[in-house]
């Protein structure tokens, strides 16, 4: 296993045992609000981390289902068949087999880029919505008030705030009291497994004060026995309606995995290779769904806690399938008698991080027009729906990439008259180079989106010169990396403006594959190519005539002004 030497073995193995005792409670509670028994959250812990932790290149993301992936199960599902019943149940490990194929898929077809649609901005609403929908679940199971939590956010909040008044004390109690201990526990003695010691306390309490018979509800009865190979079985239009969903989950995981795993190898300098972590993703998802578990994401919270616990391979992972096992075997009975508002308090504490009240902070501070981005995806995606806050997401993200793009820097560039100094940027309008002579550089490639504003750009920066009028145009090259075929036609329309209007176009600094592309487009005739912008202007200086009669230069890919 990459990273493990004998060192490092018994730290390895002590991590095991703390992610044991943080991965088994979260998972119970992520089960639940996916709607599905605590054997699926359980079953994930097995197989498919066994699979996901021999495949990945990555030494420290945990793989797991979390509380994002599990509150998009429920919203996505929910409304195709009741939580609890066997299609849905059976909906859900299609579901997971879905992702996994589109996993497999990103990673033969290197398609992970798509997950670069997911800004920042975009992830903290998408996120933060579904965790408030969420902790409204959690509050209800530790109040004991009774709410149907596939429901929809505002008939959720309602049934809350209608069913205050049947509140359960003990319930409320035993919450008061666990929220307060992982809070102050995490904050104190972080290296304390503090979930694993409240579900163990509260259950105690419950069953030498009988506290199931007051009212408070509890887990109930597991299924001994280790998890067993199925097959879901649908019809096809079922199998389409999951699509959506699948696609959804495929890409959060995608952008936050990919992300977090990245982080992670550049922290600890070892090796990151995005298509083999997502075919390790794919795999998982589909030994999820093979054997009774539900869609498998990546664990930020989990694997933060196996770096603070200095582990750099995934030996913990295997250690935790090995735990999970043994207790599927001979310890289930020590599961029934756990609180639900225990396990809404762990879930509850986890999620807070989630809602992203920091990050929108954050970006209120730092950008305006993303703050409005990551809000309208929280409110879509909390009122509208998850399938319909990842849409909205795209769009927004598509609408913020064309804005920043039909906006370039276009700089006009000066010169302060010293031989040895680059030319400077962005002179005043109406200004030139040097007399006669106007050098712009356009830094980005010329596309759909801006294509316009930069042939505006260069007629305003030629028709608002007083005194000698333009009578070379050049243009550096050095960023325009591509050009497409709406952005070529107005730059052939800008030639022929040009050329209307007696003025010489060059180009300087361009790199070999946007000459190959302007060829490809036409675009590229008898114009002159310097190989600096200062070559350009000591031949152009001299004048349209003297200029003309100098040979042309040749392409490079130099990158001095």
């Known amino acids: 296993m990459a990273g493990l030497t004998g060192k490092n073995l018994a730290t390895e193995l002590t991590a095991g045992v703390t992610l044991i005792a943080i991965a088994i409670p979260l998972n119970i509670g992520y089960a639940q609000i996916a709607g599905l028994p605590a054997t699926a959250g359980l079953y994930a812990l097995i197989v498919p981390t066994i699979v996901y932790a021999l495949v990945v290149s990555s030494r420290q993301l945990i793989a797991s289902p979390d509380a994002a992936a599990a509150a998009l199960v429920a919203s996505s599902i929910g409304g195709l068949a009741a939580a609890g019943s066997d299609d849905y149940a059976t909906m859900a490990l299609a579901q997971a087999i879905i992702c996994g194929v589109m996993f497999v898929l990103l990673s033969v077809f290197k398609l992970g880029f798509l997950a670069n649609f997911l800004s920042k901005p975009i992830l903290i609403g998408f996120v933060g919505g579904l965790a408030l929908d969420i902790m409204v679940s959690q509050i209800a199971k530790m109040l004991g008030v009774k709410i149907d939590s596939g429901g929809e956010f505002v008939d959720k909040v309602a049934g809350l705030l209608g069913g205050l008044g049947t509140t359960n004390p003990w319930s409320l109690a035993i919450s008061v009291v666990s929220v307060a201990v992982l809070l102050l526990g995490k904050r104190f003695l972080g290296a ?11 259950t105690v309490l419950v069953v030498l004060a009988g506290l199931d018979d007051a009212g408070v509800d509890v887990l109930g009865a597991v299924p001994a026995g280790p998890p067993t190979l199925t097959w879901p079985v649908l ?59 539900f869609s498998m994401g990546s664990s930020t919270s989990r694997t933060a806690a196996m770096d603070q616990a200095r582990s750099r391979t995934q030996l913990p992972s295997l250690v935790l399938a090995l735990g999970t ?33 920091r990050e929108f902070a954050d970006l209120w501070r730092k950008d305006r027009f993303e703050f409005v981005i990551g809000a309208v995806c929280f409110v879509v995606t909390l009122f509208v729906g998850a399938i319909a806050g990842i849409v909205v997401a795209f769009t927004l993200a598509l609408i913020n990439l064309a804005r920043r793009a039909s906006n370039p820097a276009i700089d006009v560039l000066g010169t302060s008259g010293d031989p040895s100094e680059s030319l400077l940027e962005d002179t005043p309008v109406g ?50 990396t591509d050009i497409d075929v709406t952005g070529g036609e107005e730059f052939e329309a800008l030639k022929v403006w040009l050329a209307d209007n007696h003025v010489t176009l060059s180009f300087s600094r361009m790199r070999n594959p946007a000459r190959r592309r302007l ?43």
């Not at 075997?329 to 879930?347: K, Y």
């Not at 550089?441 to 930069?454: E, K, Y």
């Not at 600096?532 to 392409?555: C, E, Y």
């Open 519 to 561: 060829v490809q487009l036409g675009l590229l005739g008898d114009e002159r190519i310097f190989d600096t912008n200062r070559a350009a202007i000591t031949a152009l200086s001299a004048g349209p005539v003297a200029a003309n009669t100098m040979d042309p230069g040749t392409p490079t890919e130099k990158s001095s002004s």
């Open 325 to 357: 096992l043994l207790l599927l075997l001979f310890g289930t009975a020590l599961l029934a008698d756990i609180p639900s508002p225990a396990i809404g308090a762990v879930v509850g504490v986890a999620i807070i991080p989630l809602l992203g009240i």
């Open 235 to 293: 019809d096809w239009t079922t199998w389409l309606a999951l699509i959506p969903s699948a696609i959804a989950l495929t890409l959060v995981t995608t952008a936050e995995g990919l992300l977090v795993s990245r982080s992670y190898s550049e922290k600890h300098r070892y090796p990151f290779h995005a298509n083999r972590d997502l075919m390790a993703f794919g795999l998982s998802n589909i030994a999820a769904g093979a054997q009774g578990s």
């Open 431 to 480: 200004t030139t180079t040097v007399p006669g002579v106007v050098v712009i550089r356009l830094a980005a490639p010329l596309f759909f989106a801006n294509g316009s504003v930069f042939t505006a750009a260069v007629k305003r920066a030629v028709t608002s010169v007083e005194g000698e009028p333009v009578h070379d145009v050049v243009i550096d090259m050095e960023a325009v």
């Open 192 to 202: 304390v497994p503090w979930a694993l010691v409240v579900l163990v306390l509260s």
